[in-house]
């Protein structure tokens, strides 16, 4: 029997009944044997039933059980107290909570009656707790949780299975009743015990990997979250069957968190397929309100009004008015009618649920204020400015020691930031804001700021200690923030005059933009510069790479047409487990080198100040914040700066994406209209953008920030003045952008200017790599896993490195020279990279866009290079040159830019860039290239050298090949600085210098003579 209940214990339900089957032979032979055994084997197969979830049958044998033992050793027998408890799980099972508070009550008497102290009566206390928890009587549970806490402590030793397993659920209380951090803290222990012991139960590890996910996802860590309830599920699932209550939860919260993250297909279809099974009341609330959610956010709003409705009334008449699943329901509703603007219902809603958590947690609990901030949010726009302001008191209150703990301490493993207290912030700050236009005291527009700058630090706090995809999803869901933060500090700079309100924006600003790339770059110089040994950033890099690879085997599995799902399973454990050695090791780094902690948690962004002292003389910095009203444009040189905006952004989104449209379209269908609308886009997306800030960049050189959809155009084509006549398709005479100003770009102020990269080491001049893709073992490639590759020769690539090559001086790799494995064995010995070749864009995932090398074999892995594989490469060059297709093409993350290759690259520490916006396969790349190298090799500053260069192919282009299409697609991201010129001598510098400034002269003078002739016709 006791190996029975071993393998029932490790939930090993087969060997469990083998056992029991083997007890029933050994009975049969000895018939007149003790029938305590036969009552104990029969307790034994009620507890198996009873775990494998066929309650009825495990009822019914409890039943026979106790009034067998009752009969042999009366009705206070210690063999009841354990039965009486087992009995009391399946009754809860079944979510007959009176019957099972019976069942516990009664194993308790039994034990006092017996003056037993034991295990029973702590299980039992502990399962009484379970149940009042339910009911929403949590003080009681409190208690008697404690009760149990104190008798395991006085049994067990600190490093115990008992104690392990028991903190495990002992989290969960303390979670519960919102005691977060505390929560945490025994999460810990248990895997600390679990771990020092070597235990390996599935179903326990799986409850405490969905209890870890419960904590990550308060954070906001939805990414990792994600992972930690997935594995725990697949823990789960090894030992239960599919419907099994506990594995329903875990789908549940599974599905939850996908809906937190945005993923509401995933979401939903997860839901669905556990929708209408039978499980305890509150797993069925919050799924019926998980669907609605659902729903809502993909804007059914008619389903998602009758699951807001079916939850509400399922748990009112499950539950009762006043417990408190009933009000997170009626938040849930409250929630779904304020978004339908019906501010009255809402308030109603949010109003009981209020009367229903103080009830049950007390004035102070953390729900208590989230229900005070939605009523001021119902308030607020019902008009009633006073009354929100005062329910927003409350909140402050209740969350004052929380905040000032977030926004002071470092959010280590203790300390946890509840990313929903952002909406404290957000919606105070409107408030005030909208206060002001009524009432016009600027003390409104001060507090409001305050606020502001508060969310700020506290959006950085969170995003310090979550992963970069958790990051990515955290600033998009708050760029509401940066809109209203920039709006007050334009407000103010208006009402006062005084630029320190321009200088907040322009910082407010940068935090906004590239936050995830900034804090990678900021990683990689940690572990270069902060003291790490060498093996140690070593095993750091190792594990980065194994987990990205992981991740991708991952995706592409979940990509094939039919994925094996126990592949994707087995792979996300190998994955889980890697991720949880990189947190360790990244948590030693932490600990024990003070250097790289200071370093990699630095979240400052550069300020105005140090931006103009690090401006050229002859550079502006032109800097864009596109709201969904606004368009903020900052222009910032050495003497001034200058902040405006405008109510244009609708206008200029629509134009960038008619350009978009125009600069990628078929010339075989191209025609007047077609030149008409690029006219219209280009002048109005100039008189938009560069216009009000003319004044300010006569004769400059330009550094744009863009930020939103104007990351996706080249602001070179952008249009001065419209043509006098424009009845005939004439692009080359055009009063381009590029025409006044050479222009460089960058992904945010701070990455461009913060100063904090490493030294690069001086290596060997160039290298080109020139793919001929005559390889015809790609054809040996599956046709789902080769789709989307473009493997055609690109006929001008080698004519464009032999150029490059006469120029610089340095060395082609071409054809089968040509590979990756090459590429990642020589490419840090040399200052400037030029890869000519295809790329593959992956919008979905913009990790997993690929450079394409020589194929030398058919593993498409082994001649593509992913974003993801850069992040793991040093490279020691000034400059690449990414003379391929769509290299600066990719998903537009808000607040991140377009997720293109080029992050990759900007990661692994190259200052320079050049890109393609879209695909150039034309022999005009060619020659850009080839102008573009010769000004470099002469010390000609890099945005410069480009822009001579398209404007020489401009001036000698026909009516064809002037379209932008042809020359605008290369653009240079980062540092703009001379290239050291090879073998040159200074006088040989100071020479074609003059030589470019009369060529300058010579192609201006014609384009003026050209212009004089026209209007003249």
């Known amino acids: 029997m006791k190996i029975g209940d071993l393998y029932r214990s490790q939930n090993d339900f087969q060997a469990a009944k083998s056992v029991v089957i083997k007890l029933d032979s050994i009975l049969e032979k000895f018939p007149d044997s003790n029938e305590l055994q036969f009552a104990r084997k029969k307790y034994l197969e009620a507890k ?9 049958n495990a009822n019914s044998d409890y039943e026979k059980i106790i009034l067998l033992v009752e009969e042999l050793q009366g009705k206070n027998s210690p063999e009841l107290a354990k039965i009486y408890n087992n009995k009391g799980v399946n009754h809860f099972f079944q979510s007959e909570f009176d019957q ?61 299975l008992q104690l392990g397993t028991f903190y495990l659920n002992y989290g969960r209380f303390l979670s519960i009743t919102g005691e977060i ?24 590890l799986g409850v405490l990997l969905q209890n870890t996910a419960g904590i990550l996802q308060i954070q906001g860590d939805y990414d990792k979250a994600k992972m930690y309830y997935s594995n725990g599920l697949w823990q789960i699932e090894k030992v239960l069957d599919n419907e099994h209550p506990s594995v329903i939860t875990a789908k549940r919260n599974l599905a939850y968190v996908y809906y937190l993250s945005g993923d509401y297909t995933s979401a939903k279809n997860l839901l669905n397929v556990i929708i209408d099974v039978e499980v305890d009341p509150i797993t069925k609330i919050s799924m019926l309100n998980d669907i609605a959610n659902v729903y809502d956010a993909i804007g059914n709003k008619d389903s998602a009004s009758f699951y807001f409705t079916k939850a509400l009334e399922f748990s009112e008449n499950k539950l009762g008015a006043t417990h ?43 729900e208590v204020g989230f229900a005070c901030i939605n009523m001021a949010q119902s308030y607020y726009e019902l008009g009633n400015f006073t009354k929100a302001d005062s329910l927003y008191d409350c909140a402050e209150e209740i969350f004052e020691p929380i905040i000032g703990q977030m926004l002071n301490d470092n959010l280590s493993a203790d300390r946890i930031a509840d990313v929903r207290i952002m909406s404290y912030f957000t919606g105070r700050a409107s408030l005030y804001r909208s206060w002001y236009d009524q009432t016009n005291k600027d003390e409104l527009l001060y507090a409001s700021l305050a606020l502001l700058k508060n969310g700020m630090d506290l959006v950085d706090r969170i995003g ?130 003070a250097d790289y902690y200071t370093l990699r948690y630095d979240n400052q962004v550069v300020n105005i100040d140090q931006v103009q002292q690090q401006l050229k003389a002859d550079e502006v910095l032109l800097e864009y914040v596109l709201t969904n009203d606004m368009v903020y444009i900052f222009a910032v040189s050495p003497q001034q700066v200058k902040l405006v905006r405008s109510r244009e952004a609708a206008a200029v989104s629509a134009s960038i994406e008619a350009l978009r449209k125009q600069v990628k379209l078929d010339f075989s269908n191209h025609g007047h209209s077609d030149y008409l609308e690029f006219l219209t886009a280009a002048h109005h997306l100039y008189n938009s953008l560069i216009k009000p800030m003319e004044a300010n960049i006569i004769d400059k050189r330009l550094l744009i920030i863009p930020d939103g959809l104007l990351g996706y155009i080249p602001f070179e084509l952008l249009i001065e003045e419209l043509p006098e006549k424009n009845d005939r398709i004439e692009y080359y005479d055009l009063s381009y952008l590029l025409r006044k100003s050479a222009i460089s770009y960058a992904y945010s102020a701070t990455l461009r200017f913060d100063g904090k990269q490493p030294q690069k080491k ?97 593993s498409i892995d082994a001649f593509t290079l992913n974003t993801y594989e850069l992040y793991g490469l040093q490279l020691n060059a000034q400059l690449v040159v990414l003379s391929a297709c769509n290299t ?99 006088w040989w510098v100071v020479l074609s210098f003059a030589l470019f400034a009369a060529l300058l002269l010579f192609f201006y003078g014609r384009h003026r003579s050209l212009k004089r002739l026209k209007d003249n016709r």
């Not at 071409?814 to 070749?837: G, P, R």
């Not at 020659?927 to 001579?948: E, R």
Request: hydrophobic share 40%; proline share 4%; with cysteine.
């Open 100 to 160: 099972a508070m019976r069942d516990y009550r009664e194993t308790t008497r039994i034990c006092e009656a017996n003056g037993l102290r034991n295990i029973d009566l702590a299980d039992a206390l502990q399962n009484m707790a379970i149940v009042l928890t339910i009911q929403g009587d949590f003080d009681s549970a409190m208690l008697v949780v404690n009760q149990s806490k104190e008798i395991r402590e006085e049994l067990f030793e600190p490093i115990s």
């Open 324 to 366: 408190y699943e009933t009000a997170q329901s009626l938040i849930h509703a409250g929630n779904f009618y304020l978004n339908f603007k019906n501010p009255s219902l809402a308030l109603e809603h949010y109003e009981k649920a209020l009367k229903i958590f103080i009830k049950n947690f007390g004035p102070t609990d953390r």
């Open 464 to 593: 310090m200690s979550i992963t970069d995809d958790s990051r990515i999803l955290l600033n998009e869901g708050v760029r509401s923030m940066l809109a209203d933060v920039m709006d007050v500090c334009f407000t103010l700079y208006e009402l006062t005059g005084d630029k320190e309100y321009v200088g907040q924006a322009f910082t407010f600003s940068g935090r906004s933009k590239a936050a995830v790339l900034l804090s990678s770059v900021r990683k990689m110089s940690a572990l270069q510069a902060g003291g790490v040994p060498q093996h140690v950033t070593e095993e750091e890099r190792n594990l980065n790479e194994r987990i990205s690879s992981l991740r991708k085997l991952i995706f592409d599995e979940q990509q094939s047409a039919e994925p094996d799902h126990n592949r994707i399973s087995f792979l996300e454990s190998r994955h889980f487990n890697l991720v949880r050695k990189y947190d360790s090791l990244v948590g030693f780094i932490e600990n024990n080198y």
């Open 888 to 986: 600066g093409a990719g998903k537009l993350q808000q607040g991140e830019g377009v997720m293109s290759l080029t992050r990759g690259f900007v990661y692994a520490g190259v200052p320079s860039i050049v890109m393609t916006a879209w695909e150039v396969h034309d022999e005009s790349g060619a020659l850009m290239m080839d102008h573009f190298y010769k000004l470099l090799s002469v010390g000609i500053p890099k945005d410069v050298a480009l822009q001579q260069a398209k404007l020489a192919f401009l001036d000698q282009a026909n009516q064809l090949k002037s379209h932008p299409y042809f020359w605008s697609a290369y653009i240079l991201i980062g540092d703009a600085e001379p290239l050291a010129p090879p073998k040159r001598t200074f």
């Open 48 to 56: 198996i039933l009873s775990n494998m979830g066929d309650f009825v």
């Open 181 to 204: 951090e505390r929560s945490l803290e025994y999460y810990l222990k248990s895997e600390s015990i679990l771990k020092d012991l070597d235990y390996t139960n599935s179903y326990v």
């Open 762 to 858: 001086k290596g060997r001049s160039l290298l080109a790599f020139v793919p001929d893709y005559g390889n015809s073992d790609i054809m040996l490639i599956s046709p789902d896993l080769r789709s989307g590759l473009d493997l055609t020769p690109l006929p001008f690539a080698l004519e464009e490195a032999e150029n490059v090559k006469a120029s610089m001086g340095g060395r082609i790799l071409h054809a089968e020279k040509a590979n990756k494995m090459n590429f990642q064995k020589v490419a840090s010995d040399y200052d400037i990279l030029h890869l000519a070749m295809h790329a593959q864009i992956n919008d979905q995932n913009p990790l997993y866009s690929r450079l394409i090398f020589q194929p030398l074999s058919d």
